[in-house]
């Protein structure tokens, strides 16, 4: 990793022709103590040598886009990422060899890319989330607390919706709020969430978290999670209108985790919420 100049954090945004790329692209661009240092795109995109700011709708910012992650990890201080699970693996990877703070917006990881994560968490600060806005984070906030404070008389239910396109489900917010119910019962969430139901189910279990999934339009993500007694419901919402918050907050991430010990955080952490 190359010097830091003046307190400056060097950013590699990757997946960068993606929608959430070019909105990285341009938070970086916008926040103070934060500069692009490289864009990354797979092999072979029609992108390659493109400016990066151009791309992201901006004034040239003299980043020619690459696909060579190694050799821009090398000069950076962080890299944002946001896009799938097999190339997150190899970034976190990569990540950990150059020594500089890796955090990952993706989500629909299996169990051993989670793995793969942890151990490079073992060497850099890694910052994960399946979501990375403050309103998301303080609503799981008060999920727990709800869940906690109204017990198993109240159904949980999480009810999410998004984009045509978007390809995994639940979604990671989705999972997010899911586990902090079950954090407010003390209970594992795999061994309580209910992600499908179809047929004769049979009565509803007492103390399952459910989860219901809609897909459609341009929907940039629709989260609630309802909590359904005798005669009331309690619901905590949120309703994503831009995908920029998810920007913003995974750039105050990564100027959160520069120069941090090795570990691997979440935005509550990055938030205080957990203090």
């Given at each position: 990793?190359?010097?830091d100049?003046?307190?400056t954090?060097?950013?590699?945004?990757?997946?960068?022709?993606g929608?959430?790329?070019?909105?990285?692209?341009?938070?970086v661009?916008?926040m103070p103590?934060?500069?692009?240092?490289?864009a990354v795109?797979?092999a072979?995109?029609?992108?390659?040598g493109?400016?990066?700011?151009t791309?992201?709708?901006?004034?040239p910012l003299g980043?020619?886009?690459?696909?060579?992650?190694?050799?821009a990890f090398?000069?950076?201080?962080?890299?944002?990422?946001?896009?799938?699970p097999a190339?997150t693996?190899?970034f976190?990877?990569?990540a950990?060899?150059?020594g500089?703070?890796?955090?990952?917006?993706?989500?629909?990881?299996?169990?051993s890319?989670?793995?793969?994560?942890e151990?490079?968490?073992?060497?850099?600060?890694?910052?994960?989330s399946?979501?990375?806005?403050?309103g998301?984070?303080?609503v799981?906030g008060?999920?727990?607390k709800a869940?906690?404070a109204?017990?198993e008389?109240?159904?949980?239910?999480?009810l999410?919706m998004h984009h045509?396109?978007?390809?995994?489900?639940?979604?990671?917010?989705?999972l997010?709020l899911?586990?902090?119910a079950?954090?407010?019962r003390?209970?594992?969430?795999d061994?309580?969430a209910?992600?499908?139901?179809e047929g004769e189910t049979?009565?509803?279990e007492?103390g399952?978290?459910?989860?219901?999934t809609?897909r459609g339009?341009?929907?940039?993500g629709?989260?609630n999670?309802?909590?359904?007694?005798?005669?009331?419901?309690?619901?905590?919402?949120h309703?994503?209108?831009?995908?920029?918050?998810?920007a913003?907050g995974?750039?105050?991430?990564a100027?959160?985790?520069h120069?941090r010990g090795p570990?691997?955080?979440?935005?509550?952490?990055?938030l205080?919420?957990n203090?």
């Amino acid at each position: 990793m190359g010097e830091d100049t003046m307190g400056t954090m060097r950013l590699v945004v990757v997946g960068a022709a993606g929608r959430m790329g070019r909105v990285l692209i341009r938070a970086v661009s916008e926040m103070p103590g934060a500069e692009l240092s490289a864009a990354v795109e797979r092999a072979g995109a029609p992108e390659i040598g493109d400016d990066a700011g151009t791309l992201a709708g901006l004034a040239p910012l003299g980043v020619a886009v690459t696909d060579d992650p190694a050799a821009a990890f090398a000069e950076a201080d962080g890299v944002l990422d946001f896009t799938l699970p097999a190339a997150t693996v190899a970034f976190a990877e990569l990540a950990a060899e150059a020594g500089i703070a890796h955090v990952i917006g993706t989500t629909g990881l299996a169990s051993s890319g989670d793995a793969a994560i942890e151990k490079a968490a073992e060497t850099i600060a890694i910052v994960k989330s399946g979501n990375m806005s403050l309103g998301v984070n303080l609503v799981a906030g008060l999920v727990e607390k709800a869940a906690r404070a109204l017990g198993e008389d109240f159904d949980i239910e999480v009810l999410e919706m998004h984009h045509r396109r978007k390809i995994d489900a639940p979604s990671g917010t989705a999972l997010l709020l899911g586990k902090a119910a079950a954090a407010g019962r003390n209970v594992p969430l795999d061994e309580r969430a209910v992600y499908a139901r179809e047929g004769e189910t049979g009565a509803r279990e007492t103390g399952a978290i459910g989860f219901a999934t809609l897909r459609g339009g341009t929907v940039i993500g629709e989260h609630n999670v309802i909590f359904a007694g005798e005669g009331e419901r309690v619901v905590l919402s949120h309703i994503a209108e831009d995908r920029t918050i998810f920007a913003r907050g995974a750039v105050k991430a990564a100027l959160w985790a520069h120069g941090r010990g090795p570990g691997l955080y979440s935005m509550a952490d990055v938030l205080g919420l957990n203090d």
